[in-house]
């Protein structure tokens, strides 16, 4: 069974740091590209960065370049998006997801967490 568990998310203060974790079970996480997403309230869901099946490519919405950082263990069937320099405008809910190419195209994904909350605030 496909699955996707996010970890790490919680309240953070403007100009903060988080780090978000999500262990995939249940396929060859070696042959996948995975995605961070998010969606505030009232708004559609996002790409947030994508990170290729061996690492080496990565994307980011302009929203969060230079702030936030992808990254993958393979070994341990996880992957991360640290977060740096929080703005109250980064509060959502977030979700891994898994695609068979670096996307940030939401229906190419087929494989996705429950998503977790983040919020930012003083």
């Known amino acids: 069974q496909v699955q996707l568990v996010e970890s790490g998310g919680g309240l953070a203060q403007p100009g903060g740091s988080l780090r978000l974790s999500c262990v995939a079970s249940?396929?060859?996480?070696?042959?996948?590209?995975i995605g961070w997403f998010r969606q505030a309230p009232g708004k559609e869901r996002e790409g947030v960065s994508a990170?290729?099946?061996?690492?080496?490519?990565?994307v980011y919405a302009d929203s969060v370049k230079g702030r936030f950082t992808i990254s993958r263990d393979n070994a341990k069937n996880t992957f991360y998006l640290q977060m740096n320099s929080l703005k109250p405008e980064d509060t959502a809910v977030y979700y891994c997801?898994?695609?068979?190419?670096?996307?940030?195209?939401?229906?190419?994904?087929?494989?996705w967490g429950q998503g977790i909350q983040v919020t930012v605030s003083s």
């Open positions: 249940g396929f060859d996480l070696d042959f996948y590209a």
């Open positions: 997801a898994a695609a068979h190419w670096i996307t940030l195209i939401e229906t190419d994904f087929g494989h």
């Open positions: 990170i290729g099946s061996s690492g080496g490519s990565t």
